[in-house]
């Protein structure tokens, strides 16, 4: 099938990527052109495991291509897919301006019937409004339009796309469903949910909210088991053997980040204040993951003794979380900017997320950035665990014991052994063990 991707953002350029990899040909498009010339030489503007090597399989076998015009793609194609941002707008609910641009030039340059998917994060009724928008822009070509959320997580996103638990279609007619079925065929017509565009849009926020929920309750529970000393790595493991439970993200942390939990989480709160439906589960999730980042960073002051005035924390992990050099909500950033307001001098390192943290983290003067995290770590007082990479779990702690004055390392992801560091000679405090 001919496909166009509008928008080579990390949905867009992952999918537009499968998609090709599936047997479809495919022309993804994005108005900056130096990412285009990018792609065109076989570079990935974005951080995510394999993706090069899969871009070169699909340019090889030519079945994608890269354009700044959208006309010609348009006109091309069978089917679009719309794959722009969906950024928070000012008062939390969805910009949905890069959306509508985007329907309104494929309205304008269609000359026969194309189907219109919105892959992109787009609040439940979004469907209706395209629909009226490309009959008002172009009445005399056929539109029919659909939804189709994507699931896939930053960091696993090839995986993640290559084996679905399930792909969600939202149409309202059987040509679009006809359509979407033979895109997604190669993965098994099992593994497709149909729905109308409505509940397909809704059901990627209710998922997003769902999954932020659990990871927020798993966090709440170890607050309470540092009081009680009792074990939540066991508790969340008996927890999740429960198949109506499961034991996915159940990881304790110092909360959830990245640019989709806490963005759909606005948005969804802000869709149910205005049909006046109270989503307090969601509400409190969220300021609890708040609460919990800046707490957190206090954690760190208390086993410093209270005052990390002039003190040196290495701060492992800038990143939302780990295999991305994405830092939007990261806990990461929030708690470099918490100590370094308190006078720390943060050595911070990560294995990805440095260009983009120095940006972030620009005003602050006490903060240097370490490519080596045994750099970062000379000399410390603390360590700080902040990003779940898996190279922090298998840190050399006789190597590090050369390195630092003090021996302390809190773990904000529970990626060491409790045993190993403290036979070590480390102090070690982490996610649901003692409090200082
Ligand atoms: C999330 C969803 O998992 C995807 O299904 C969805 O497609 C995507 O949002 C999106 O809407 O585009 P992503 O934000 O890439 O994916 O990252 P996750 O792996 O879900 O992690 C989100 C945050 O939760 C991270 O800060 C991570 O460290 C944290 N987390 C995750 C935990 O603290 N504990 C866990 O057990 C799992």
Not at 303 to 327: M, R
Request: hydrophobic content about 45%; proline content about 2%.
């Amino acid at each position: 099938m001919k496909i166009t991707i509008i928008g080579s953002g990390y949905v867009g350029l992952v999918s537009g990527i499968c998609l090709a990899k599936i047997g479809h040909e495919v022309v993804c498009v994005d108005k900056l052109a130096d990412k285009i010339f990018k792609l065109e030489l076989g570079e990935i503007p974005i951080f995510e495991p394999n993706l090069k090597e899969l871009l070169k399989e699909v340019v090889d076998a030519k079945r994608i291509s890269f354009s700044t015009s959208l006309q010609e793609a348009i006109e091309a194609c069978d089917v679009v897919f719309i794959a722009v941002g969906t950024p928070q707008g000012e008062d939390g609910s969805a910009d949905l301006s890069y959306v509508f641009d985007a329907v309104k030039q494929i309205a304008q340059f269609s000359k026969n019937r194309k189907l219109i998917i919105t892959k992109s994060t787009v609040p439940a009724g979004t469907g209706f409004e395209i629909k009226k928008l490309v009959k008002k822009i172009n009445p005399n070509v056929e539109f029919l339009v659909a939804s189709n959320p994507e699931f896939l997580r930053e960091g696993s996103a090839i995986y993640d796309f290559m084996n679905p638990d399930r792909i969600v279609i939202g149409i309202e007619d059987e040509k679009s469903e006809e359509i979407l079925r033979e895109i997604y065929g190669y993965f098994g017509q099992e593994k497709i949910v149909v729905s109308d565009i409505i509940t397909a849009e809704l059901i990627k926020y209710a998922a997003n909210s769902f999954l932020a929920s659990k990871i927020t309750f798993i966090n709440e529970m170890a607050n309470l088991c540092e009081k009680l000393g009792a074990d939540v790595k066991k508790l969340a493991f008996a927890i999740g053997l429960d198949e109506r439970i499961g034991g996915k993200f159940l990881n304790v942390g110092p909360g959830f980040g990245g640019s989709c939990f806490p963005k759909d989480i606005l948005a969804i709160l802000n869709i149910a204040k205005e049909n006046g439906v109270d989503l307090s589960v969601i509400e409190a999730a969220k300021n609890s993951n708040d609460k919990r980042k800046v707490e957190m960073a206090q954690r760190a002051i208390d086993v410093l003794g209270g005052n990390v005035e002039g003190k040196k924390i290495a701060l492992l992990g800038l990143a939302f979380k780990g295999n991305t050099d994405d830092i939007r909500y990261s806990p990461a950033i929030v708690i470099a900017k918490e100590l370094l307001k308190k006078g720390a001098i943060v050595n911070a390192h990560d294995f990805e997320a440095i260009e983009n943290s120095r940006l972030e983290l620009e005003g602050f003067s006490n903060i240097t950035f370490f490519e080596d995290y045994l750099q970062a770590i000379l000399e410390c007082d603390l360590i700080v665990i902040a990003t779940e990479w898996k190279e922090y779990g298998k840190i050399d702690l006789e190597e590090v014991k050369k390195l630092t004055k003090s021996r302390k390392i809190l773990d904000l992801r529970n990626l060491l052994d409790e045993k190993k560091v403290e036979n070590a000679g480390f102090e070690y405090f982490y996610i649901g063990g003692k409090l200082v």
